[in-house]
């Protein structure tokens, strides 16, 4: 299982933008679509806390721009080497070769650690959510660090809404200290 798993990620290329994108438009104003919008929307912790005077959060629109943000202007460039960048991106594919997940990694040390990974984006496909994807993709991930980062990280951070019930489950299944900061929104 631990093979096919791996066989099933690979780095994101410009060619799946278009059909994660297309998740947007198939399920905008969805139930499913829901945890997704709220991280479009920055409802999450990472806008709060990395926005700065000189440079205030963005607002991210659409899942294109949110990968736009980390991701597409690099991997289009002749010279992009995704092993030497501050951000990584993922797929999972499917067996019939459908992305189900994408994730991207934030390596910048914003927490002031020697070598932190920041879980930016966790996105399961709306259809394909409640099916083990992403404890799927962490246990890979988690299992094989050398091969997706090129070295061993010292610590991970993630965040979410505070009512993302199945991402507090999962990202605690995996050992992370859940907690709510000042930072994040109560309604």
Known sequence: MKNK???QISHMQVEDIAEIDSWQAEFAGSKKFESIQKHLNHETLEFAECATESEPARKI?????????YFFTKVSSPDYDPMEEDFLAYVMRNDKGKIVLFSIFNFRDLI???NPVFIDALVVHPDEQNK???KKF??????NQEKFFGWKPDEFFTSFAPDNEPAKKLFSRFGFNIKQTENQRED
């Open 5 to 7: 798993t791996l066989s």
């Open 61 to 69: 629109n659409s899942i294109t721009d949110l990968i736009d943000e």
């Open 112 to 114: 002031s650690h020697h």
């Open 132 to 134: 083990g994807y992403a």
């Open 138 to 143: 962490l246990t890979a991930v988690f299992e």
